[in-house]
């Protein structure tokens, strides 16, 4: 995609050649974002950090209250 935006391409003539991909093509949304991403300047395609709550839940005290709720449930 990168050397798309080098070459002056706009993002439907990039989303055109992805096409190729078929099923494994980017949606023509996402292709959309990266282009504007590379065209101000931005080199890598991992996501923003977003502020927030964690991306899991999934923690020792959480596990053990899981469990034991399921206990009392089951008994």
């Known amino acids: 995609m990168k050397f798309?935006?080098?070459l002056g391409k706009c993002a439907t003539?990039?989303?055109n050649l992805l096409k190729v991909y078929g099923n494994e093509c980017l949606s023509r949304?996402?292709?959309?974002?990266?282009?504007e991403r590379f065209k101000e300047g931005r080199e890598e395609i991992g996501d923003d950090q977003r502020p927030g709550c964690p991306s899991t839940?999934?923690?020792?005290?959480?596990?053990?209250?899981?469990?034991?709720?399921?206990?009392?449930?089951?008994?």
Not at 29 to 35: K, L, N
Not at 57 to 75: F, G, M, Q, W, Y
Request: hydrophobic share 40%.
């Open 4 to 6: 798309c935006v080098k």
């Open 13 to 15: 003539e990039m989303y």
């Open 29 to 35: 949304t996402q292709v959309f974002e990266r282009f």
């Open 57 to 75: 839940s999934k923690t020792d005290a959480n596990i053990e209250k899981s469990v034991k709720l399921l206990e009392k449930i089951v008994a």
